[in-house]
């Protein structure tokens, strides 16, 4: 839990994750929330980027240890799959939203063969609709996901039930409660707050 307290830290120290119980944010989706997260601005910090690609990287070692290749989502995960894989030694590729509209039409971009056992990298969790969409796409050419990781989730029950209704491991190099416990710490929010705070991830869409 220590390291996800402080990796939770960071993110707040450079205002990748941001949170708010009495001034919410609203999200594109028009939902109210008392948080906001935009992990790529992690890229802009190259010591907090590199910590990041070494606990993907062991995260992918100790839990999906026979993957052979790296998939990012678009476009979040692009950059952090192409960080880890280097460092794994690994091919990569990337799944996009949808397919080209001219040329070849890829889904996918990059090399993938039936048999190969990939992990899908990606940025952040919320109902997790990305991360399933790019691991059916490596599923039609064959290929088996191992499993998603991502730098956070906000632990949301709709986000867990897709993923388990698609069969996908999650792991997560911080959450919800590490960062509620992070901002607790640092004095951002009070104790009070954490009532707030999981009153929403209970129930997101009626909150506030």
């Known amino acids: 839990m220590g390291k996800q307290i402080e990796l939770a830290s960071e993110l707040l120290g450079i205002g990748a994750v941001s949170l708010q119980p009495n001034e919410p ?8 929330a008392p ?16 910590k990041i690609a070494e606990a993907y990287s062991d995260n992918i070692r100790a839990h999906f240890s026979e993957a052979d290749i790296i ?18 030694e690994l091919p990569m590729v990337y799944v996009r939203g949808k397919a080209k509209g001219h040329g070849k039409e890829n889904l996918i971009e ?3 063969s039936a048999g190969q056992k990939a992990v899908v990298v990606e940025d952040l969790i919320s109902t997790g609709g990305s991360a399933i ?16 990781i991502a730098i956070f989730s906000y632990g949301l029950a709709i986000g867990e039930r897709k993923l388990e209704e698609a069969g996908l491991s999650l792991e997560t190099l911080t959450d919800f409660d590490a960062l509620i416990d992070a ?18 991830q209970k129930n997101p869409e009626t909150w506030g």
């Open 71 to 88: 998939a990012g989502t678009a476009t979040a995960g692009i950059p952090h799959a192409a960080l880890v894989a280097d460092r794994m």
């Open 35 to 50: 948080i906001y997260c935009d992990n790529r601005l992690t890229l802009s910090f190259p010591v907090l980027r590199t």
């Open 110 to 112: 990059g090399s993938v």
């Open 25 to 32: 944010f609203t999200w594109s989706s028009g939902l109210k």
């Open 183 to 200: 901002s607790i710490k640092n004095g951002e929010i009070r104790e009070k707050d954490r009532g707030v705070l999981l009153e929403w």
């Open 133 to 148: 969409e790019a691991a059916k796409a490596l599923e039609a050419e064959g290929v088996e996901v191992l499993g998603i």
